[in-house]
């Protein structure tokens, strides 16, 4: 079904809710990445490189 005909036939919901499906696993999928990276550095013990990936993180989601 393209685009135009989603809109134009489907009804709201079902619209609304096949667009935002691709997005919402993607943000799922990134945090998931994100606590991978948070596990491994936290096992250095440095504070500093784990406030570096907390500070760095929402950059990602920005792309």
């Known amino acids: 079904m393209k685009t135009e005909e989603l809109f134009e036939r489907a009804p709201v919901w079902k ?9 919402v696993v993607v943000m799922l999928v990134m945090t ?7 596990v491994f550095v936290g096992q ?3 504070a500093a490189q784990v406030a570096a990936v907390s500070l760095a ?3 990602f989601y920005c792309r």
Request: charged share 10%; glycine share 4%.
């Open 57 to 59: 993180s929402p950059f």
């Open 44 to 46: 250095t013990g440095i």
């Open 15 to 23: 619209s609304i809710f096949k667009m935002c499906l691709p997005t």
């Open 32 to 38: 998931v990445y994100n606590m991978a990276d948070m």
